[in-house]
């Protein structure tokens, strides 16, 4: 596995850059995540970036977009404005997890 | 084993890579099975979460998909389906239908996947845009009124040829 220095930390990433160990993560970690993909993270987005943790830690996979959002309560627009683009796949990698395996 | 430690930038995944920026997807949706809802559904859902401009275009029988009254009753059917890998007769017999729909709502739950109006609900949250084909709506007297809110309009084919340009194209 490559390895990559992020805020000091060095840390497992895999050939997309996404971190394989989610051990190495922390809230620190996460924010310079987040600022590496010019995401500043405020209280909304760490409800659902501790929300993928605990839920990765329960399920053994990363949820898809949809669960976040039926779980969470939060509409799916707002996973959009908050997390532009590619909200899943940018959610993921803030929270040190794998990109979602799930079609929905 | 790669290293990238020694770099002064960090390694990170290219989410805004300009050469994936301006990708359009245009997905025409012609049936009105629920069996053939989904490829349309999912794959408009999947092209979204990639940051893909997506539009829907429903035609014929996939105006079942927007239409008010038939959107959360569309049915599967296995007459004419070999692919159950049943006895075509057995289709044939009441109920069946009604029990093969069933069946396949029951899967298609079970995998955290929503019926059809929920799932458009998503699909248009995602930002995706839902079109309706004028030729369509003229031969089954149906008007915007008939149709999901959020379509955005009942347009030509020609409208959506032009909306669409440069557009990768699918036809289900």
Known sequence: ??????????????????????????????????????????????????????????QGETATLRRVSTQTGTPIKSLFDLFPGKPAKKMAYVAGLPKPKGCV | MTTHADQTTPFVPRFDAPESQGRKLAIICSKGNLDMAYPGLILANAALGEGVETHLFFTFWGFDMINKKTSGDLKFTMLGNTATHLPQGLGGIPGMTHLATSQMKKAIAELDVPEVPEFLDQIVGSGGHLWACRMSADMQHLTEGDLRDDVEGIISASDFIELTEGAQLLFI
Do not use: C, Y
């Open chain 1, 1 to 58: 596995m490559p390895t990559t220095t992020i805020a000091g930390h060095a840390v497992e990433v895999n050939d997309e850059g996404f971190l394989t160990r989610p051990d190495q993560w922390s809230d620190d970690l996460g924010t310079e995540l987040a600022r590496l993909i010019g995401i500043e993270l405020t209280a909304d987005h760490w409800k659902l970036v501790h929300f993928l943790r605990d839920d990765f830690a329960h």
